[in-house]
Nanobody, 112 residues
Framework: QVRLVESGGGLVQAGGSLRLSCAAS????????MAWYRQAPGKQRELVAT???????NYADSVRGRFAISRDDPSNTIDLQMNSLKPEDTGVYSC??????WGPGTQVTVSS
């Protein structure tokens, strides 16, 4: 079982940046799909970005061009660089491996 722990959340003003990191308890080299999701208060969890083991990425329309997902297999981490943040980006951000294993999440709050 893969354990995931997110870090890097916090409070930031609109227009600012944050970098989230997700650390896995074991090698992610063979895990084909890693992803970041977020859940805003009172809303359903939504997909933010995905990355395959070959480095192919995909983004939600709402974050494309502002967010960048990356993976570093030697350190077993998945990062999410978030730029030009908006208040609507506020939520709990969680990473997942294959949609089977989930971290507890990290809170991101963007003030206007």
């Amino acid at each position: 079982q893969v354990r995931l722990v997110e870090s890097g959340g916090g409070l930031v003003q609109a227009g600012g940046s944050l970098r989230l990191s997700c650390a896995a308890s074991e090698s992610i080299f063979r895990i084909n799909l890693m992803a970041w999701y977020r859940q805003a208060p009172g809303k359903q969890r939504e997909l933010v970005a995905t990355i395959t083991k070959d480095g192919l990425t995909n983004y939600a329309d709402s974050v494309r061009g502002r967010f960048a997902i990356s993976r570093d297999d030697p350190s077993n981490t998945i990062d999410l660089q978030m730029n030009s943040l908006k208040p609507e980006d506020t939520g709990v951000y969680s990473c997942t491996a294959l949609g089977l294993y989930w971290g507890p999440g990290t809170q991101v709050t963007v003030s206007s």
